[in-house]
């Protein structure tokens, strides 16, 4: 079952510029997770922000949470070709008992020099 | 350096064949995780175990079985019930408890043949 869909499937920007990536999902959830993924690669965990938090910093990256609105979005200011990846949003969803997350189908990035 | 490792990186499989991708950690985590992911689309969970000798069926588990003797490992097995097999298999590891997100592998890449 997927419950994140994220927004858009697809962004292209240049390199400087930042770049926002946005999730909605269906159900109560106990945290919302993001993830990159570079070509062919495993996931990497990049942040993760819990559902009493509506705002979280880790480095370049921005995230936000609207548990009213069941949204979430990524910043990444100052994008570097090196941010050039898929992002996944995941939630741990409150309805299920064990901790396994849902991903979304996300956004590919595309950072050009 | 703890890490969660798969193995192979490429697998072929012919027709009718039972194949078994490998899937070790050294981060001590008692969740472990299978999901596929199709070209261009998010992750689907396949099977999970939060503790050993024991594991639960996911949200595609036809097809696949699963073991999990020991707390490090957790492999996976493409049966040749598994009709569509040719995709990217990535396992996951976590804590229980306090969760703060998945460590993935880097995948194994399955190819029909």
């Known amino acids: 079952s997927q419950q994140g869909e994220e927004d858009p499937q697809a962004l292209s920007i240049q390199e400087g510029e930042n770049a926002t990536m946005n999730c909605s999902y269906k159900?109560?959830?106990?945290?919302l997770q993001w993830y990159r993924q570079n070509s062919g690669r495993g996931l990497v965990h990049l942040i993760l922000?819990?559902?009493?938090?509506r705002e979280k910093h880790s480095g370049r990256l921005r995230v936000t949470l609207d548990t009213s609105k069941k949204s979430s979005s990524l910043l990444i200011t100052a994008s570097r070709a090196a941010d050039t990846a898929s992002y996944f949003c995941?939630?741990?969803?409150?309805?299920?008992?064990?901790?396994?997350?849902?991903f979304g189908q996300g956004t590919r990035l595309t950072i050009n020099p | 350096d703890g890490g969660i490792t798969q193995s192979p990186k490429y697998l072929f499989r012919k027709e009718g064949q039972n194949v078994t991708l490998s899937c070790e950690q050294n981060?001590?985590?008692?969740?472990m995780y299978w999901y596929r992911q199709d070209p261009g689309q998010g992750l689907r969970l396949i099977y999970y175990?939060?503790?050993?000798?024991?594991?639960q069926k996911g949200d595609i588990a036809e097809g696949y079985s699963v073991s999990r003797e020991k707390k490090e490992s957790f492999p996976l097995t493409v049966t040749s019930a598994q009709k569509n097999p040719t995709a990217f298999y990535l396992c996951?590891?976590?804590?229980?408890?306090?969760?703060?997100?998945?460590?993935f592998g880097s995948g194994t890449r399955l190819t029909v043949v």
């Open positions: 159900t109560s959830i106990n945290n």
């Open positions: 922000i819990r559902s009493n938090e």
């Open positions: 996951a590891s976590s804590i229980t408890g306090y969760f703060d997100g998945y460590t």
């Open positions: 981060l001590n985590h008692d969740a």
């Open positions: 995941a939630t741990d969803p409150k309805i299920q008992g064990a901790q396994k997350l849902v």
């Open positions: 175990s939060q503790i050993v000798n024991d594991f």
